[in-house]
């Protein structure tokens, strides 16, 4: 039976329970708009989309940020893998490894890997090992001083599903680190700002006053990587 519900939803995040005729609840789900959950469905266009109605709602892995589209259940789809309790080594000495550990869930076997970025070249792959409860593990080599390496991962179960870090929907591509310079040494954090050169030299040109222009860049702050930025001159 199709009913509408009076009020607004939190954007920001809230538990929601379904009941049936009699008050009985059927499913619940306490949705967010960070970490486990599809950030841009808060707000940034995208709207908050159930994958599958047979599985149990209040999974992050039973929900993306989609396309509104008022009205449409749509077909079921698989649910998605889940990564959680994601950290890395940060500022590491140059050359020194870079230790990734997560947890992998939502799954009872999938491929895991993580897809490593140095800089602005091309994505290496480096296959992790997944142990018990499902903590995976990998180590990503040592780069010089003042390297920016980000990284993200990727499981894929045997059907073909791709569950993420940063996960589907989180605004960002990568997380990651810098790697330790002479000037992180100090008491006081340190800002670091990356473009590619080509973006680069059109900002630097960019003189036009008044101009409501912004451009690709990747931040970070005392080591901790905020990536997909976009900065105006």
Known sequence: TESEADGRLDNGGEEL???????AAIDSVEYDDRELWPATADGHGASLQRLSAASEGATPGNWIAGEPDPGSRGADQPTLPVWDDVSNTLL????????VEATLSGVSQARAEVHVRVGFDEEV??????????VATA????????ALVRYRLVAVTPDGVVGSWPRQG???SYVGTTVA??????ELPTFEWFMQEP??????NDRAPGREVTYPAVIAVACE?????????
């Open 225 to 233: 990587v905020f990536d997909n930025a976009q900065i105006r001159i």
């Open 170 to 172: 989180a605004g960002a």
């Open 125 to 134: 792959v480096f296959e992790m090992a997944v142990g018990a409860a499902g």
């Open 181 to 186: 310079t002479p000037a992180t040494d100090g």
């Open 17 to 23: 329970t379904l009941l049936d005729a009699s008050g």
């Open 199 to 204: 973006e680069f030299q059109v900002a630097f």
């Open 92 to 99: 590491p000495e140059p050359g020194e490894p870079i230790s």
């Open 139 to 146: 180590s990503i080599p040592g780069q010089d001083a003042g």
